[in-house]
């Protein structure tokens, strides 16, 4: 039988990418998206690259009735609708919890009505705060968040009691969450919510703890989110991105194509019950790194980051993924190398507009003291 699938969120990036990959493999594929107008623009228009072949329903997921009518016969959901963004949540407190979190308390509520064969969540790494470190000594240790008198002093790098420089590893799913923004809280919090009912209700639930993904069709004029979006706007206006500390910090970032690849696997795995996944792709990159070859695949060599200095509230040193464990379980390969995904991006790119708001973004995190 087809498959029959909800993607909350799926007129936004990773959700749109996912209704391609699931239509090709032969699934009815219905969305329910808001169009918010940060990710949408003031227009709210369902988006041009959204597959003809998607039943899409414009509502919110705290809505009971329009969340009880997207799920009418259907057998998976993938749980994607959120606000999005770590600096931003900081201030919008109470709009990303009623989006993340009362959100999935209403989807929970109605799959007790019209329950579903499964369920996926996108979880986050930022619910790891800090990735996890080695010491000197070669033991591994979970360093909490980093001193703000050593940050005032442009000190970046994570220390131990006795200010002996870690090295930083990759991240397992067994690493303690840190939660250091109010968009982490609410994410691990759909996480646990979702797991939590999937074990009560048996609902076979996956939690997909996704990295820093990039790619096309990630919103351009969004500078709450998406590092190589916000970078890829800066350059598409001829102005160098803005880099806070030194540029040093490390990141995993893991191509759409792939991020599908593994939400296909948790779909169709049946080995797990309730589960939670790192989603990555295993390399791990500087900022600054990534900053300059996004430079290169679009051409713009000349205009050199800046490097602020300047450290945001609630941001981390190092994160990057261990996916040993969706490797084992799932199956899952990242195929896509960060070259290979650059050129995809930067050929989307091309001839493509974005509104620059990332100063007035920066703006708002420093009128609020949330920048040093
Ligand atoms: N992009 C990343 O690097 C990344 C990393 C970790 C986790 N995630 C998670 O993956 C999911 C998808 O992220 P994305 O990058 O595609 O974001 P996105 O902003 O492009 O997509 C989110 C979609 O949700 C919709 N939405 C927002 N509020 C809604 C509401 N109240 N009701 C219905 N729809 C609503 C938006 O209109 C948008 O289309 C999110 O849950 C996000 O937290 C993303």
Known sequence: MRQKILITGGAGFIGSHLADRLIREGCRVRVLDNLSVQ????????????????????????????????????????????????????????????????????????????????????????IYGEGLYRNQAGELVQTGERDLEQLKRG???????????LEPVATPENKTPALASVYALSKY??????????????IPTIALRFFNVYGSR??????????LAIFASRYLNDKPPLIFEDGQQRRDFVSVNDVAQACLLALRSSKVDVGVFNIGSGRSLTILEVAEALAKAMGKEDLKPVIT???????????????TTAQAVLGYRPQITFEEGLTELSDWLE??????????????????????
């Open 351 to 372: 001839g493509k507009a974005a509104e620059d708001r990332v100063e007035i973004a920066a703006a708002e995190l420093a009128v609020r003291g949330l920048t040093l």
């Open 155 to 165: 000190i970046w790098e994570a220390s131990d009691a006795q200010s002996n420089p």
């Open 218 to 227: 990630q919103s351009l004029s969004n500078p709450y989110t998406g590092v």
């Open 39 to 126: 990710v949408h623009g003031n227009r709210q228009r369902v988006p041009e690259y959204l597959n003809k072949d998607v039943e899409f329903i414009r509502g919110d997921v705290r809505d009971e009735a329009a969340v009880a009518r997207s799920l009418k016969g259907i057998n998976t959901v993938f749980h994607f609708a959120a606000a999005v963004g770590v600096g931003q949540s900081m201030y919008r407190i109470d709009e990303y919890t009623s989006v993340n979190n009362l959100g999935t308390a209403v989807l929970l509520k109605s799959l007790l009505a019209h329950p579903v064969e499964k369920l996926v969540v996108a979880s986050s790494m930022s």
């Open 189 to 202: 919090d759909q996480e646990r919510m979702c797991l939590m009912m999937g074990r009560t209700y048996g």
């Open 309 to 323: 200095g300047k450290y945001r509230i609630g941001d981390i040193r190092h994160c990057f993924a261990d996916i």
